[in-house]
């Protein structure tokens, strides 16, 4: 097998900061936001950094090759944050970025929810909420009976963490001794119908983890520099437990007059202001 090192992808080798990968993500989400004048952009712009650091540090994988056998998988269990996956696929060139300006549009390659079938770079078809994680737990196994050493990352919102599935999951993954599969739960305390924790609270998050067997860290998903050392040290677990992350993000970030939006699900953005969302992420852009 191959054992081409993440620093090795074509798409590293320039010196760009994690930071100016995270900016460039969240400017690719509101690019494609603005042709359908909707997407589920608030996540985009909060879980960028967490999608820099993987796509940019962590994962192994050939932009012109996105089904090698020898890249690290990463799933998208929450399919409705396709537009955040794209954002990332198109910046480390597994999509080319003029396909942006067909986001949402009739055949094009990148629909409104993530779908394997269309898109290079995407594993798996999300959406069924608490889906991810179970097929993340097959994949991992078949790499570990195959002798590999290939991470499987799946990235899942909190608002999964609701369901009966994700925690069977949890405990296979436990009992098949999955070392090398990677869990990042994005918690941004928001589903559709308010805040994540008052509907179903998964409180304490990483005390039910670690009693499920698992190796956990919380983080601040908005500081680059924690979202890496946790990719790191998870990476970096000497035992086969298998690890989670969660981040903890901000809907919005980068962009204030959106991170303040009451309802922040599916934020609405009115035509004038993606001009000025884009205007807003320059202004924070890293020097």
Not at 4 to 10: F, K
Not at 56 to 82: K, N, T
Not at 194 to 200: I, V
Not at 273 to 281: D, I, K, R, S
Request: negative net charge; contains cysteine.
């Amino acid at each position: 097998m191959t054992t081409e090192t993440a620093t090795e992808n074509p798409a590293l080798l320039a010196n760009v900061s994690l930071a100016e990968r995270a900016y460039r993500i969240r400017r690719n989400a509101v690019l494609m936001g603005e042709v359908q004048g909707q997407g589920y952009v608030g996540q985009a712009l909060g879980i960028a950094d967490v999608l820099a650091v993987a796509y940019f540090h962590a994962l192994r994988y050939r932009p012109d090759d996105p089904c090698w056998e020898g890249r690290d998988r990463f799933l998208l269990s929450i399919g409705h944050y396709a537009i955040a996956l794209y954002a990332a696929l198109i910046e480390a060139g597994i999509v080319p970025e003029d396909e942006l300006e067909t986001y949402g549009c009739d055949d094009s390659r990148l629909p409104m929810s993530g779908m394997a079938s269309y898109t290079p770079g995407m594993e798996i078809t999300g959406g069924s909420l608490g889906h991810g994680l179970g097929i993340a737990v097959g994949m991992a196994l078949g790499l570990k009976r195959k002798g590999s050493d290939r991470f499987v990352f799946n990235l899942m919102s909190d608002g999964e963490l609701g369901e009966g599935s994700t925690w069977e999951a949890a405990m296979g993954a436990a009992h098949h001794r999955l070392g090398n599969l990677v869990n990042l739960v994005d918690f941004n305390n928001q589903q559709a119908d308010g805040p994540s924790r008052d509907m179903l609270s998964a409180e304490p998050v990483t005390d039910k983890f670690a009693a499920f067997g698992w190796h956990v860290q919380r983080v601040d998903g908005n500081d680059v520099e924690a979202v890496r050392a946790a990719f790191d040290t998870a990476m970096a677990v000497r035992d086969d437990r298998p690890r989670a992350i969660v981040f903890d993000t901000k809907m919005g970030k980068g962009v204030p007059f959106l991170e303040s939006r009451e309802v922040t699900h599916f934020i609405r953005v009115e035509a004038n202001e993606w001009a000025l969302a884009l205007q807003a992420l320059e202004q924070g852009r890293p020097a």
